[in-house]
């Protein structure tokens, strides 16, 4: 199945959503959108593309009803989700989902290409969890591009999941959260798998690898405020 969801905002007016495929998108507030599924999807073989657009002065927070579970297709283990984001000179964006859930024996790859005005704002964070109770099998990775007013600001790549880890010592659970601006110095977690690095265009970026969700949101709102 190929989703595609573009959603638009403009100052001034309500966002402005098309979306096809197993997602849909409902206003939830003035400046507020949740993504729905419609349908069971990332399934193996699965393409999700979403398309954010945020013009001048405007305001978009974009958020999720519930986990979305990525699962193994019949002929197919791996699944994708692209996010083409842009913000413009005054622009507001936060995007905060619910964590993505890769199911035993499914492969997930999620790439996110963001471009964001100097004068803009945008946080977008990003949770995953490998496997459902019990589960250690399925496997994750995530490609992060940012320009910042045309300037490359982040190049950064990481998985999770069977494949990439010893199974001791492997996390199970992914927490990730841009963010610009932000001129913070550095800061690494004192007890915990995770940091904050501040970037030369002036953002930060914030992993944290953890055991349990709970660890990880609490790891992280350590390290992010």
């Known amino acids: 199945m190929h989703t595609e969801l573009h959603l638009q905002?403009?100052?001034g007016r309500s966002p402005r959503i098309r979306a096809s495929g197993g997602i849909a998108v409902r206003q939830t507030g003035v400046d507020t959108l949740h993504m729905i599924s419609s349908a069971a999807t990332p399934l193996g073989g699965?393409?999700?593309?979403?398309?954010v657009e945020?013009?001048?002065?405007?305001?978009?927070n974009l958020h999720s009803v519930a986990a979305a579970m990525a699962l193994p297709g019949p002929h197919e283990p791996r699944s994708e989700l692209r996010w083409h984001i842009t913000v413009a000179d005054?622009?507001?964006?936060?995007?905060?989902?619910?964590?993505?859930?890769v199911a035993a024996h499914a492969?997930?790859?999620?790439?996110?290409?963001?471009?964001v005005?100097?004068?803009?704002?945008?946080?977008?964070?990003?949770?995953?969890?490998?496997?459902?109770?019990?589960?250690?099998?399925?496997?994750?990775?995530?490609?992060?591009?940012?320009d910042v007013g045309g300037?490359?600001?982040?190049?950064?790549q990481l998985g999770i999941g069977r494949q990439d880890h010893d199974q001791l010592g492997a996390p199970s659970i992914l927490l990730s959260e841009f963010?610009?601006?932000?001129?913070?110095?550095?800061?690494?977690?004192?007890s915990a798998v995770g940091a904050r690095l501040g970037l030369a265009a002036g953002g930060s970026l914030t992993t944290v690898l953890a055991g349990t969700l709970n660890d990880a949101e609490q790891w992280a709102g350590d390290l992010v405020g």
């Open 9 to 11: 905002a403009v100052k």
């Open 46 to 51: 699965d393409l999700i593309e979403i398309h």
């Open 54 to 60: 945020v013009g001048p002065g405007a305001y978009l």
């Open 90 to 101: 005054g622009a507001r964006l936060v995007i905060d989902p619910q964590p993505t859930i």
């Open 107 to 115: 492969v997930h790859h999620s790439e996110t290409a963001i471009d």
């Open 117 to 146: 005005a100097e004068s803009g704002s945008i946080r977008v964070a990003e949770r995953v969890q490998i496997g459902r109770s019990r589960e250690d099998l399925g496997r994750w990775s995530g490609r992060v591009r940012v």
């Open 151 to 156: 300037t490359p600001a982040v190049r950064h």
């Open 179 to 190: 963010r610009y601006p932000d001129d913070r110095p550095d800061a690494v977690h004192p």
